[in-house]
């Protein structure tokens, strides 16, 4: 992964966006742009009448396309920060800057790293801002790696002399810039304080076993309602009784036998083996599928088995772990009340925030490294996802 962001003098660090990939997309709206720009001045002929309808936007079009293609292609912007003069410089450009912007940073306290997840048409996205004493805070960029935005946070917080802030999960981490590129572990034992221990609810799910300084953890999947086994059965159901009414059909009406073969042969995979076969993945998934977690002084492994068979397993050494944060439903409706901000919240939407919470599953435990963030445990009862986040922690430094 090749950091955005390079130290280019003792007290100045430089973000640059904008080329690369970027670049990559938009060359050929650029190409198209200024190919029927020369088409619409008589340079290039191409293969239409001058007369026909469009060709008097040929112009319009074409400066549209190269615009578009020009600012992807050659549009860059730079952002530096400079550690003496206490100053936060942008600039934006083709190729070379062009417009600046210069803002003094006395009203901020911190550099954040946040979390704004994605949907099926973007990726998950990690802001790096400066936080701000009051009032917006400033964006410097935003990564789609967390180890990245780590990096870019913590170099900025070093120049600056900031807190670093992380806000990826519920919990908000606040630490010194020196403090927070230490391993979890080196800071846990340099921190002294024991880790308070968290009984084991009596509804807990998963099953734990200590030995010789290490725990292993077994998390079934998330509970499936008794519903989903007949609505699976519906469409099997529909093809064993229609499969022998429209086999008769074809006969009758004397169907060529190849179409009668490949329309039943569609009916049946699609409504017969592909529900049979989800239904038998999803029951052999809760009888043997869950996760298993090992975690002690030297790391953390995680392995999830599916109905078939386990996927690889992942290890993660010690020096790599960050932090361990957890997710439950309280923990999502408080970190909500603090994006709100200083202002309380109205009586009657914190009582529904609070009914909502009962509806949210917990979001599981979060393992924090340069590499992302890796989750286990979605769905644990929230008093359950504490027990297993105070054990792992604790196994972290060698007191399981």
Known sequence: MRPSFRQVAPDRIQIREGGGCLALFGLPFFAAGVYMLLASLGLVTISSDGDAPGAQAL??????????????CFGRAWTSIDGTRREVTRQWGLLVPMHSDTQRVDDYTAVVVEFVRGDSDSADKFPVSLKARAGKNLQLRSSTEYGDAR??????????????????????????AGQAA?????????????????????????MVRH??????????????????IPLSLI???FVMWFVGPLS???????????IGWVFLGFLILFFGILPATTL??????????????TASANGIRIQEQGAWKASPEKLITAPEILDIDFSSSRSVVSSTRHGAGDEPLDPRTERVLMALSRLVPGGGITIKTQRGLITFGQGLGDDEIRYLHSIVRRALIGSA
């Open 280 to 293: 038998v993945g999803g029951l052999l998934r809760a009888r043997r599928g869950g996760t298993r977690v």
């Open 182 to 206: 230490l391993p979890l572990q080196q800071r846990l034992r340099l921190d002294g304080s024991e880790i308070v221990s968290t009984e084991r609810p009596a509804d807990a799910r998963s």
């Open 211 to 228: 030995d010789q300084g290490s725990v292993h953890i077994t998390i079934p999947i998330p509970r499936t309602h008794i519903i989903w």
């Open 248 to 258: 008769q059909f074809f006969r009758q009406t004397r169907t060529p036998d190849p």
């Open 59 to 72: 112009p319009f079009i074409g400066l549209l396309f190269t615009t578009v293609g020009g600012v992807l």
């Open 151 to 176: 990096a870019c946070a913590l170099a900025v917080a070093d120049l600056l002399r900031f807190d670093f802030e992380d806000a990826t999960s519920d919990h908000r981490v606040r630490l010194s």
């Open 235 to 237: 469409p099997i159901a």
